[in-house]
């Protein structure tokens, strides 16, 4: 057994909840949640059904320092508000503004946290019905209120607006 991937290594919730603490909140981090969720069965096969790709990469800020594959965690390359790119794009997204675990993991292959290019292949395959002409960035804020009273109703917004069926979250 690889005593580097021992349990203690696992227990991410325990970790972020730690985080949270020496990073100076008065309590651990609470994970945002909806009482009543506004998910719905699909209407229609998968196949005939158009699909958003909804990532928390961020978009690559020039003046913002290291944000390429192996950057350590980045607090200036966050984003606050939920943006839209075109789908047919082949955008820089990366990861360096979440907390991962850099040591057994890193952001080398962009599809591993956002798979545009795997929902344009569907797409031409005709697994899934249509890519939606754009792809939505949601903020990874530690602002339940604002998750819940901004950032969610504006990607919901943006997803009716381009008359998305099934929306794919790539949280990361």
Same mark, same amino acid.
């Given at each position: 057994?690889?005593?580097?991937?021992?349990?203690?290594?696992?227990?991410?919730?325990?970790?972020?909840?730690?985080?949270?603490?020496?990073?100076?909140?008065?309590?651990?981090?609470?994970?945002?949640?909806?009482?009543?969720?506004?998910?719905?069965?699909?209407?229609?096969?998968?196949?005939? =059904?158009?699909?958003?790709?909804? &990532? %928390? *990469?961020?978009?690559?800020?020039?003046?913002?320092?290291? @944000?390429?594959?192996? $950057?350590?965690?980045?607090?200036?390359?966050?984003?606050?508000?939920?943006?839209?790119?075109?789908?047919?794009?082949?955008?820089?997204?990366?990861?360096?503004?979440? =907390?991962?675990?850099?040591?057994? &993991? %890193? *952001?080398?292959?962009?599809?591993?946290?956002?798979?545009? @290019?795997?929902?344009? $292949?569907?797409?031409?395959?005709?697994?899934?019905?249509?890519?939606?002409?754009?792809?939505?960035?949601?903020?990874?804020?530690?602002?339940?209120?604002?998750?819940?009273?901004?950032?969610?109703?504006?990607?919901? *917004?943006?997803?009716?607006?381009?008359?998305?069926?099934?929306?794919?979250?790539? $949280?990361?």
């Amino acid at each position: 057994m690889d005593t580097d991937l021992a349990p203690r290594d696992l227990n991410y919730m325990q970790r972020m909840r730690d985080y949270y603490l020496a990073l100076g909140y008065d309590n651990p981090y609470r994970w945002a949640n909806f009482t009543d969720v506004p998910f719905q069965p699909l209407s229609k096969p998968v196949a005939e =059904s158009r699909v958003g790709l909804v &990532t %928390t *990469a961020a978009p690559f800020k020039p003046d913002a320092g290291d @944000q390429g594959p192996g $950057a350590p965690y980045n607090a200036a390359a966050k984003f606050y508000q939920v943006y839209a790119g075109d789908s047919q794009d082949d955008d820089v997204l990366g990861i360096s503004h979440v =907390s991962y675990d850099r040591a057994y &993991t %890193t *952001a080398e292959d962009i599809n591993s946290y956002f798979p545009l @290019q795997a929902l344009r $292949a569907a797409n031409e395959s005709g697994r899934i019905g249509s890519l939606s002409a754009r792809y939505y960035g949601l903020p990874t804020n530690r602002s339940q209120p604002t998750t819940m009273n901004q950032d969610c109703p504006d990607l919901l *917004a943006l997803l009716c607006e381009d008359e998305v069926d099934l929306a794919i979250l790539v $949280a990361n």
